[in-house]
């Protein structure tokens, strides 16, 4: 059993809660984070399943300190990072005539900013130790547009670019750095557009998923969380070491067409 840690930013929902399980069944010191309000107690309900030690931060991604002041806490209280795994996300959807400019920038700020921000506080105590593994959830969007996504898709194809970049000036450290990028995954996340689609375009919800979310997937179904967790726990295993500046599709055949 491993005595690593893992800081997962957004894990106490959809993806990043699955990628904490799998972690947690690893015996990964885990650092929960996420702004929903039973946030604390379902980091405690993972931990306490698997006997890890742990602790809950609700740091908001918008706030580059808050974000500083988490990769201090998690050192502070386990002596290091080991994995990185940055999760956490938020979409909307609209044509670019009309896009948000709020919606704009917190995309570009939760998505992407909040990468960087992250990967920089906790660089200096991956190179001390010489090891790190940091691993982006990006998207099939950091590979493909679709219309009506674009701050998500220029966010996603941004945190594919920072990741090649980290993976180079990691090369000599020891510190990999890979993204991965699903396809659509059932989460609430996606729940949310299946119910805009719902609304907007007067589609049953058997229409909005077939015929317009998992229309680009060649299978035909959502992408399960534990293919993605899995990966996670393999990029950050020592088996992975040579493996660095990857943009891993998870997308049921999305990227063959
Ligand atoms: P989700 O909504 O279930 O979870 C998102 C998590 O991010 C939540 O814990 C939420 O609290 C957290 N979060 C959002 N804004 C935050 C902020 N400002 N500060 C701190 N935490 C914040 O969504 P999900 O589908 O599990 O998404 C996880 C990641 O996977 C995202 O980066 C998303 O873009 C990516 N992704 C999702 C899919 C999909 O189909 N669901 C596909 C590809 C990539």
């Not at 993806?15 to 010191?29: D, M, P």
């Not at 050192?75 to 005539?97: K, M, R, T, W, Y």
């Not at 949310?192 to 007067?202: M, N, T, Y």
């Not at 534990?226 to 998870?250: E, V, Y």
Request: net charge neutral.
């Amino acid at each position: 059993m491993s005595r690593k840690t893992a800081l997962i930013t957004g894990s106490v929902s959809g993806i990043g809660l699955g990628i904490a399980e799998a972690f947690a069944e690893k015996g990964y010191n885990i650092v929960f984070n996420g702004l929903e309000k039973d946030g604390a107690s379902i980091a405690a309900r993972v931990a306490e399943r698997y006997q890890v030690n742990h602790f809950f931060s609700d740091a908001n991604m918008l706030e580059p300190e808050s974000l500083r002041g988490l990769v201090r806490q998690c050192v502070d209280c386990f002596g290091g990072i080991d994995v990185l795994i940055n999760n956490a996300g938020i979409q909307h959807v609209s044509p670019v005539e009309s896009f948000p400019e709020d919606k704009w920038n917190a995309i570009i700020n939760i998505n992407l900013n909040a990468v960087f921000h992250l990967t920089k506080a906790a660089w200096p105590y991956m190179k001390e130790r010489r090891f790190g593994r940091i691993i982006n959830i990006a998207s099939a969007h950091g590979l493909f547009a679709s219309e009506y996504k674009s701050a998500y898709v220029a966010a996603k194809h941004g945190v594919v670019g920072f990741t090649k970049t980290v993976a180079l000036e990691g090369a000599g450290l020891n510190i990999t750095c890979n993204a991965i990028c699903p396809g659509y995954v059932k989460t609430a996340l996606v729940e949310k557009q299946i119910a805009d689609l719902v609304e907007s375009r007067q589609l049953s919800e058997k229409e909005a998923i077939d015929d317009v979310l998992l229309k680009k997937q060649a299978v035909k179904e959502f992408v399960p969380v534990k293919l993605i967790a899995d990966m996670a726990l393999f990029l950050a295993s020592d088996n992975a070491a040579a493996i660095t500046g990857i943009a891993l599709p998870i997308d049921g055949g999305w990227s063959a067409q």
